[in-house]
């Protein structure tokens, strides 16, 4: 069956959706799994010492020695004179971000049975012609010619909600927090379809920042001191088990995180409410840049809506309400909201109807 593909790589996550064309006609959007046990897999690298690149999540962890190299964060990097460097072996970050991407393709191709009709790649508001030019460049050296980039502020607001349907016309503020970036942005959705972006605001604030915090709290309450007292491996067990614990208190009241101390184990546990108040500083300043941004935009939203993995985080939704007092979208899953909306983007291409604009007041 005929399918457009929408493809979002972030700096944790990559995830995928497609647009199904049935006798019907063409369907809403809807994810591809793409990991063994979720929808997303993760979009850290592995290279391998022939070259070969492909998702860690996919060939395992690193093996001790110099066989494997795990590289992340590239996608931020693109258009950067200074390229990742793997031994004597540059690797530039479009280079990267192409081989993450042919792996999507790759991937959804073996789910579906055929290759897409139409690829749509979301990438960074902000970029510009140089950096569109550089992975544009870069996916035609993999093969991919035909690939339309969508502004991800853009994509965000058009994948909302579970439809596939555009929302109606209006002016959206889009709240995107995901494993290490917030962007904020205006969208204008006009009467007939088009998608305008109208401005863009970005905080170096993600996930990771309130995993770093948590860590933080839970040294503290069990009492073992400061982090630089535990080993490398111990900080990353506990790190990881923060992360994990940090998700969990987005459906559940409590968590419990195991903190390794000089004296044995001391189990801290964790409420929803403790996480909001431990998180509040860092969110806040996001909160507020996007509703400046909506402020100067000179039109009240018609409503805020909300994606990436970390816009689940208890508190935020309310911390938005208080500070833009409109309706507060959230999405069941929001960090496959993105990939959806360029999905969609590229069922677009395929209907002919009208494309999503990529412009900035
Ligand atoms: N249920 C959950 N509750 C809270 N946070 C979650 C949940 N699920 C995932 N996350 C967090 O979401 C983040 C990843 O989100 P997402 O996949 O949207 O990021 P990304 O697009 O890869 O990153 P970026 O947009 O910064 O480049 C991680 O920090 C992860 O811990
Ligand atoms: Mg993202």
Known sequence: MPYALGVDIGSTTASAAVCRRGEDGWSEAVAVRLGARSATVGSTLQISMDGTVSPRDVTGPDEPGPSLRSIRGYVRRVGDDVPFMIGNQPYPAHGLTAAMVRWVVDR?????????AQVALACPSGWGAHREGLLSGALGDLGLDDVVLV?????????????????????????????????????????GGGME??????????????????????????????????????????????????????????????????????????????????????????????ARLARDAGTEPTAVVLAGGASQTPGLAELVAARLPVPVRSDPHPDGVVARGAALAARRVLTRTRPVARERA
């Open 197 to 290: 972006l109208v401005d863009v605001v970005e905080h170096p604030v993600g996930g990771s920042d309130l995993d770093d915090a948590l860590v933080a709290h839970v040294l503290a309450r069990s009492g073992s001191g400061r982090a630089g007292s535990m080993s490398a491996a111990m900080m990353a067990w506990l790190r990881d088990s923060c992360a994990v614990a940090r998700e969990r208190l987005s459906v559940a009241a409590e968590a419990v995180v195991p903190v390794p101390t000089p004296t044995g184990q001391v189990d801290v546990v964790v409420t929803r409410a403790e996480l909001a108040e431990l998180v509040r500083p860092l969110l806040q300043p996001t909160v507020d840049g996007l």
């Open 108 to 116: 959804v191709w073996d789910v579906e049975g055929e290759p897409a």
């Open 151 to 191: 502004a991800s502020a853009l994509a965000a607001v058009a994948g909302h909600g579970t439809a596939g349907e555009l929302p109606a016309p209006g002016v959206f503020a889009g709240y995107d927090l995901g494993g290490t970036g917030f962007t904020g942005s205006v969208v204008a959705r006009r009467t």
